[in-house]
């Protein structure tokens, strides 16, 4: 990455932290790029199993040892995506809206506290970007997690909360 990575997420009023990207893209391509398991095997790993079941196995190729684990598949009905997954259950949002020449997709998450947000804030920025070099046909592989967006953005997050009660 020739520049570094911008913290993107903002807090609602309900608490919960927003990341967006806008992609020039259509609205129908970014919904498959965000359900497809071959297309989000190219940012962040390849999904298996039936979403009509509850559940689907995300391999994580990008974390050490490509963990696998279980995701919940909530909702899975165009435009919205929810899915409960992670440390302690964390529910996951994903909102794709847009048109036929552009595309944003956002993704929210309730995160509990500032440390958690120093931690998972920079992980999201880093996963939309690889979504946005994949899409662009750039190599996400290019982007360093360490320490561009770990620990490079954790502060912004921990700001973020420091007002938060």
Do not use: K
Not at 16 to 44: G, H, K
Not at 102 to 118: G, N
Not at 122 to 133: A, T
């Amino acid at each position: 990455m020739s520049t570094p990575p911008t913290a993107s997420g903002s807090l609602t009023e309900s608490g919960a932290v927003v990341f967006t990207r806008r992609l020039p893209i259509s609205r129908e391509q970014a919904w498959a790029a965000v359900t497809d398991p071959a297309r989000t095997a190219r940012w962040i790993g390849p999904w298996s199993g039936d979403p009509a079941s509850g559940t689907v196995e995300l391999t994580m190729t990008v974390e050490g040892g490509s963990p696998t684990s279980t995701v919940e598949v909530r909702r899975c009905e165009e435009p919205v995506v929810v899915v409960t997954t992670g440390p302690g259950g964390w529910v996951l949002t994903v909102r794709v809206e847009g048109d036929d020449d552009e595309a944003v997709i956002s993704l929210e998450q309730d995160i509990p506290d500032a440390e958690s947000a120093a931690s998972i804030g920079p992980g999201w920025d880093f996963y939309l970007d690889r979504l946005v070099e994949a899409e662009a046909g750039r190599d996400p592989d290019a982007l360093r997690f360490d320490p561009d967006y770990y620990p490079g953005l954790a502060g912004y997050y921990r700001e973020l909360f420091s007002g938060r009660g």
